[in-house]
Nanobody, 122 residues
Framework: QVQLVESGGGLVQAGGSLTLSCVPS????????MAWFRQAPGKEREFVAD????????SYADSVKGRFTISRDNAKNTVHLLMNSLKPEDTAVYYC???????????????WGRGTQVTVSS
């Protein structure tokens, strides 16, 4: 497993933008497919976006498609989530996750960060 640290969360007005970052501790991110999840108060954790190990394949939840962009820079060992046109319903704790293999897959051995809070005010 790899330790992941998220950053970039904060308070933003509806319609605004934020960029989240995820960096590993002690490992090379290029060995993993990556994903972002989020969990709002009282709700289950839900998938947001994922990106393949090489960065060539991405997928998004319908609720964020066209507004969010996941990217990675393996040379800088960082994964980003650019969030545009934010809505109050995007308010949640956002988690970074790593999965061994070419494409992200749900697995009990996946690594998770501790999350970063995103709050969107109306």
């Amino acid at each position: 497993q790899v330790q992941l640290v998220e950053s970039g969360g904060g308070l933003v007005q509806a319609g605004g933008s934020l960029t989240l970052s995820c960096v590993p501790s002690g490992r090379t991110l290029s060995s993993y497919a990556m994903a972002w999840f989020r969990q709002a108060p009282g709700k289950e954790r839900e998938f947001v976006a994922d990106i393949s190990r090489a960065g060539s394949t991405t997928s998004y939840a319908d609720s964020v498609k066209g507004r969010f962009t996941i990217s990675r820079d393996n040379a800088k060992n960082t994964v980003h989530l650019l969030m545009n046109s934010l809505k109050p319903e995007d308010t949640a704790v956002y988690y970074c996750a790593a999965s061994s293999g070419t494409y992200y897959r749900r697995d009990e051995n996946n690594s998770w960060g501790r999350g970063t809070q995103v709050t969107v005010s109306s």
